[in-house]
């Protein structure tokens, strides 16, 4: 079987609008082969199943960066999901992170460590927060519903922050993990997380990939596609792997291996040049 599996953020959705409009050809055909289109989101789960609902997605999803692995009821027989999934309706859950109030923790316990200013989006109103953010009370609403992440501003030196980090661990003996990440041009904001897998993203990718091998009983045509340094944690796993251009994609094509491909247009154009010709190249593998 084929399925194709993407980042959002700067790959499917346009950078600066959000928007998808120049993927709709691959969008099309991908729904007219029944392949299956996975998103991949450093966002809580409230944002990708806005996004979802537009592009009337009813596949797995992946979010805050792979801490969370989301499967629809119904999606894959029983006897695909074994005792570690979570049913929370209307999904069955694969956590790979630690829960919201632990990150919160230890965000206070770093702001202690530190002695500094730490502002999570949890410390935020959602007005104040659609201001930082320059985006709609809606949208800003939806960014707070975190379970799995944290995202806080810090304006100090980020080795500090980085070794009071390491000093830490969640209350099952989770490092954390820290990610600077670019939502505001007036503050410096990090992507607070923590797991006990050493990769949460391959790992959550890994166990969707063997669900539709299980499900299916034949290997699978994998297409991954991403633009940033944190995307090459599924794009090792996936059979095909495209890099689009970026700002980012040099430190994400740094890692990457000889069989990975880099695209000539980024954004939602380039990704839908990356599936239309993938799928020209795997019509008739199956």
Known sequence: MRVVLTSLEHTLLDPQTSGYGAARQALAALERRSIPLILISSSPRAQVELTRLALELEHPFITEG????????????????????IHRPPYYVQALGVPYEQLRQMLRALRLLLQADLVGFGDWTEAELAVTLGCS??????????????????????????????????????????????????????????????????????????????????GEISLGIGSELQDSSFLVVTKTAVALPSPHVQSLWAQARDSWRLAELPGPAGWNDVVLTWLEETDGDE
Not at 72 to 80: G, K, L, N, R
Not at 177 to 205: C, G, H, M, N, Y
Request: net charge negative; aromatic share 10%.
């Open 66 to 85: 792979g801490m969370a692995l989301y499967v629809p009821e119904h999606y894959f027989p029983d006897s695909v999901l074994d005792k570690s999934w």
């Open 137 to 218: 009370i809606e949208v800003a609403q939806m960014a707070r519903q975190r379970e799995y992440s944290e995202i806080f501003s810090y304006g100090g030196d980020p080795m500090l922050l980085q070794q009071a980090a390491a000093g830490l661990a969640t209350e099952n003996g989770s490092p954390l993990r820290l990610r600077a990440i670019e939502l505001s041009a007036t503050q410096s904001q990090w992507f607070l997380s923590a797991s006990l897998d050493p990769d949460p993203l391959q790992t959550a990718v890994q166990i969707l990939l063997k669900c539709y091998h299980d499900h299916l009983g034949s």
